[in-house]
């Protein structure tokens, strides 16, 4: 498969790693994005890997909760430009499909999208207005709706809708109890963007792939054999702690962790709490913005 300049570019951006490292692992990866961020990280080369993609695309990330905390719902739609994102028409929508994401009963987008929206028709065919009258483009890319029984929502919106989050606390403690503990929590995913709760909700492929990661840079930082393995225990444990929220440092104080903080609560309430879900949106996550200047740079290094 030929390598194209897009795909070093996507590649660079999303490992940190150079340009022409970036090339080699594309060619002798035969152009599988995947398999290459993984050889670069077993090479050592990428710097995190740790974003879903380039936020480049404007919008709103809008929240939605029931007064008791029982059920909480997050919508993302996207704008061109943030003036639009501004505009008091384009807040209005967002916030209106909020609520009916909190009220509805579909699970799917295309779903979504055929629900009534007041006079105008469905929520496509309103959007379509929107789109002719303000001169746009826009897109309803994703909404989530949480109504777990036990669970009591909290959320955070950090950056007027830049970022939304909502934690789920496994709880009899009502609302009012949690309250100022639930945002806290959801300001810490805001902020750390933790991929899992805890090492229970991690997919044991994912770990397996981790510590396959890992054993290969110890190997290639010429670590002896018989060593590696408890090497690589240690730095997944670490790794674990980066990426679970109840074993992060909380943000408020580093003397807590995210659960010892938690615990702290429970412990005032006389009521066991328990994170049990956590939904984070990021305007514009994974979507690549146009950027020719660069990508003919990339492609004139290449063709050096």
Do not use: W
């Amino acid at each position: 498969m030929a390598v194209t300049a897009a795909m070093v570019k996507e590649l660079r951006e999303r490992t940190g790693a150079g340009m022409m490292d970036c090339k080699k692992v594309l060619v002798e990866t035969d152009g599988d994005m995947e398999k290459a961020i993984e050889l670069l990280r077993e090479k050592g080369l990428a710097k995190a890997a740790k974003k879903a993609g380039r936020i480049a695309s404007q919008g709103l990330v809008k929240l939605a909760f029931a007064a008791d905390g029982s059920k909480a719902a997050a919508v993302e739609v996207n704008s061109e430009t943030d003036f639009v994102a501004k505009n008091e028409e384009f807040i209005e929508f967002v916030e209106k499909l909020s609520n009916m994401a909190l009220d509805t009963t579909v699970a799917s987008q295309e779903e979504f999208m055929a629900l009534p929206y007041g006079e105008e028709g469905t929520v496509q065919e309103a959007l379509t207005a929107k789109i002719s009258k303000i001169g746009e483009n826009m897109n309803v890319r994703r909404f989530v709706k949480l109504d777990k029984a036990g669970v009591v929502y909290v959320g955070y919106v950090h950056g007027g809708g830049k970022i939304g989050v909502i934690v789920g606390f496994e709880t009899e403690a009502a609302l009012a109890d949690i309250q100022v503990m639930g945002k806290d929590v959801a300001m810490q995913v805001a902020s750390m963007n933790p991929k899992f709760i805890d090492e229970s909700y991690i997919d044991p492929e994912y770990l397996e792939n981790e510590k396959k990661i890992l054993v290969q840079q110890a190997l290639n930082e010429g670590k002896p054999a018989d060593i590696v393995e408890k090497m690589v225990v240690g730095r997944l444990k670490k790794e674990l702690k980066e990426t679970c929220l109840v074993e992060q440092k909380f943000v408020k104080d580093n003397e807590l962790t995210v659960k010892q903080y938690v615990e702290q609560t429970a412990k005032a309430t006389g009521k066991s709490i328990k994170v049990v879900e956590m939904i984070r949106y990021e305007v514009g996550e994974g979507i690549e913005k146009k950027e020719e200047n660069f990508a003919e740079e990339v492609a004139k290094q290449m063709a050096n």
